[in-house]
């Protein structure tokens, strides 16, 4: 049983998605919070698997508050899924940053949110890799000449050995443990463990951060 935690200020909506998440029978809504801070402090206390996560909301938006629950250690088990329209696609990637598991649009169909929640409580972070992808080299794309790495990337491709940094290279390409396999002539259970020691090596939550190290710290160049 999956459980969730719904969390928007639009009441028709906030009631539209618990009716469709409660209407699965693999499926438990645990809370429906109001606002960022709300969805703070209901995580802490029912923990739920995922936390289904508007972005602009009073008090506390969903950006702050995705951030909040993700540092947390108390909330490890907890993924948050952004639930965000098109227009709101900068503000994606500063969730991402923050330590959501993935996104999903307003205008999904009832089965397609289901199956996302699904997806992010199994750990697969990324539900649309191409979509993913594209969102984040636009938002770090910058009409000035490439920017030099950051301290933070910097530090964090230091820990990876070179193998490593080029699974990385391709999970910021957005391809699955078993194209990985493919492409280096390895088993997908060798490929999930390298993924699986660069996200423990740089305290990743999933493979969306990744995503954004690899993008960060000039392993891809945004357009490419």
């Known amino acids: 049983m999956t459980t969730v935690l ?12 618990v009716d ?17 801070l709300d969805a ?8 739920p698997d995922v936390v289904l996560m508007d972005i602009r909301m009073p008090r506390l938006d969903g950006i702050e508050a995705t951030e909040r629950i993700c540092s947390d250690p108390a909330n ?14 900068e503000y994606v990637v500063a969730a991402l940053r923050a330590g959501a598991s993935g996104f999903i649009g307003k205008g999904a169909e009832p089965e397609e949110i289901i ?17 993913t ?10 009409p000035e000449p490439r920017p030099a790495v950051s301290d933070q990337a910097a530090r964090s491709l230091a820990l990876l050995t070179d193998r490593e940094r080029e699974v990385l290279q ?27 020691r660069i996200m423990t ?22 357009g490419e």
Do not use: W
């Open 133 to 142: 992808r594209s969102l984040i080299a636009r938002y770090v794309r910058s």
């Open 201 to 222: 090596k740089i305290q990743a939550h999933d493979r969306a951060q990744l995503v954004i190290l690899a993008y960060e710290g000039g392993l891809l160049v945004p």
């Open 6 to 17: 719904v969390v928007d200020d639009q009441v028709l909506i906030r009631q539209a998605v």
């Open 76 to 89: 490890a088990d907890s993924r948050v899924l952004i639930l965000t329209t098109f227009e709101e696609d």
């Open 20 to 36: 469709i998440l409660s209407s699965a029978a693999d499926t438990e809504v645990v809370g429906a919070a109001t606002d960022g």
């Open 170 to 196: 391709l999970v910021g390409r957005g391809l699955s443990n078993q194209q990985i396999a493919e492409t280096f002539f390895i088993s997908p259970h060798t490929a999930k463990t390298h993924v699986n």
């Open 115 to 131: 199956r996302a929640v699904h997806a992010v409580a199994d750990g697969d972070a990324l539900l649309s890799p191409t979509a």
């Open 40 to 47: 703070v402090e209901m995580t802490a206390s029912a923990h």
